[in-house]
């Protein structure tokens, strides 16, 4: 089969031939349609030091996908053969202490498909059964390949107290597109998004920000919305330092920020002032809670108050991987995603 390999310690990914993933017992083979390129995929492209302390060469790179599935092991009886599914792309262990006290998304063990084995940048892709997220009828294999970082934003979202609450959303990448849209399906009162690409303003606008401003302009448009008193809710989706000091201070106080964006560095933060006398409470996301973050995605997409299609913005084939890549550094891109089938 076809897949986008990442074959040695150096920059660049190979579309190459591979032999076709064979399944264990409780596995299943899910053909890929479609999987969308992220952050990640870039950072193991380039080759940088996060990625090269990370991942092991040879791998197929990839992990948000949608599919249908074309055999199941002799122990599956939980999806059968012609089900159109997506998958949550980390695997844990089911029996650690993390996912028996229902916090499997921050096992230190877990495994990620196409960082820590074999992904979805491929023709075809075996997952653990216990993985598989089965698609509605009327949910198309392009949203089905965006439910990993659609399930970062409504994590990210959704573990806040969103009704009637003034939400800054600081970065406006994908996720952060996603998180807007979120909000105002969960009934945020005003939605505050930030950026410094137009590009990215736009899209939340269309997503459904009230005010889609550069940072510069955020405390004034958060101040107003608030009676100056700050955002009771800050989602932090960006990891850029500046956004983060950003995210502490305009937080109103016994505010919460939820922090997504992850900061290339240190970043010093003054926790007496910033934190502690604000009495903010912070949370850290990872991943998407397992599997009640599923769960309510599903949900929001079949109640049809959420819609994601605007964040797709490009559809290339494999062979334009290097495209891929340039666009998303170029900030210029919202959610690329690869039509393999
Ligand atoms: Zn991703």
Redesign the pocket.
Known sequence: MKALVKRAPERGLTLTEVPEPTIRDDEVLIRVRRA?V????VHIYEWDAWASARCKPPFICG??FAGDVVQVGALVDSVAVGARVTAE?HIVDEHSLFSRTGNAHVDPATRIIGVDRDGCFAEYIAMPASNIWPLDDAVSFDIGGIH??MG?AFHTALTADIPGAVVLITGCGPIGAFAVGICKAAGAAHIIATDVNPTRLALARRMGANDAVHPDAARDAVMAASGGHGADVVLEMSGVPSAVHQAFALARPAGRVNMLGIPAKTIDVDFASEIIFKGLTIYGVVGRRMYDTWHQMSRFLRAGHFDPTPVITHRLPLEAVDEAMHLIKSGEAGKIIFEIA
């Open positions: 969308g992220c952050g990640t995929d992990h948000e792309g990993d970082p970062n």
